[in-house]
């Protein structure tokens, strides 16, 4: 005769079921609110309450990417078509649901000119100017932005300052992708970044500012040169700090150098962005041996093969000429 379960065991197994019975009831209430974050956390609490509960999970899991897709803005939908099409359910409900809307008044200033930015905009209503500071309050304009532009994609597809300054010329409304949130996103759906970065190179313009960019900071001749780069970072006083690491020399010029250096992740090569090291280069070039240093900052860092990056560098203070010449091949 097969075992019965206690009367205390039945309680428990009874009290357990309006429990989940009751979470499923919130989710149902959260959602219908709209409160799809809340439905989430509460899904999550009702997994950890009973693992084995797998048709309720799987049952709120459809209901709330269902009620999130449905309630994504239609005209945002149809704007980033090209964007949206590529995607998932999941990818499409977490990107659209990450972005942040924003309605930005007139002369407003988005992106600075050799500044950072970690935000990569979806411009939905309005006109950016995008433009160079020159000499005497003078402005360069690049480009009018508008519907269905991207704005900041430079700084998002790259580890770089902004190549431009960004002023809205109207009244913008825009939704905005944040750098902390982009982790996030391909912490959950892997390969998300990618679909939007290859959108941006697309859409974007970042061809025609890099190409520019390479230009203007290529005032002094770049040489080949082999040799060793210590780096001790400096704090915001110019002090020395204990983090320090070495690359191997790439490039050099008066203004500046670009040395590979290996890391495990991307976001810890970002924070490098506009800090200042103490720089200590060791070479060899027509069998003279060459040590010397000075003080740069980080303004670019370029992707290499697995994780390796090739910072680069723009000196404080020019090298002498007579030492570059010398290190020239």
Partial sequence: MPLQPTPSAQSAQKTQSQIINQ????????????????AAKLRNQLIETDPTAINEAVKTAELIENAMSAAIDKEHLAIWHELYDQLSVEEK???????????????????????????????????????????????QILAQLGRGDVLGEYTFATIALCSATAVTKTTVQTR??????????????PGLYSKVLDFCKKNGRID???????LKNHIHPRYPVQGHVKAILLDKNGQQTKVR?????????????????????R?????????????????????????????????HVSSLLHNDYLLHIGFHTPLPEELVKQLAP
């Fill in 23 to 38: 979470l499923s009831s919130k989710i149902k209430l959260a959602i219908k609110a709209g409160n799809f974050g809340a």
């Fill in 93 to 139: 409900n977490s990107l659209f649901y990450s972005m942040k809307e924003y309605t930005l008044p007139e002369k407003r200033m988005v992106l600075k000119y050799g500044s950072l930015n970690n935000r990569l905009f979806f411009l939905e209503k309005g006109r950016v100017t995008v433009g160079i500071p020159q000499e005497e309050n003078k402005f």
């Fill in 176 to 189: 905005c992708l944040e750098g902390q949130k982009v982790e996030e996103l391909e912490e959950k759906h």
């Fill in 208 to 214: 025609l500012i890099s190409q520019r960019k390479e």
């Fill in 245 to 265: 690491f070495k690359g191997e020399l790439e490039e050099i010029s008066r203004s500046g150098s670009s040395f590979s250096v290996r890391c495990n992740k």
């Fill in 267 to 299: 976001a810890t090569i970002k924070q490098l962005l506009t800090r200042s090291f103490a720089l200590t280069f060791t070479c060899d070039e027509k069998g003279k041996n060459f040590n010397f240093s000075s003080i740069g900052r980080v303004v």
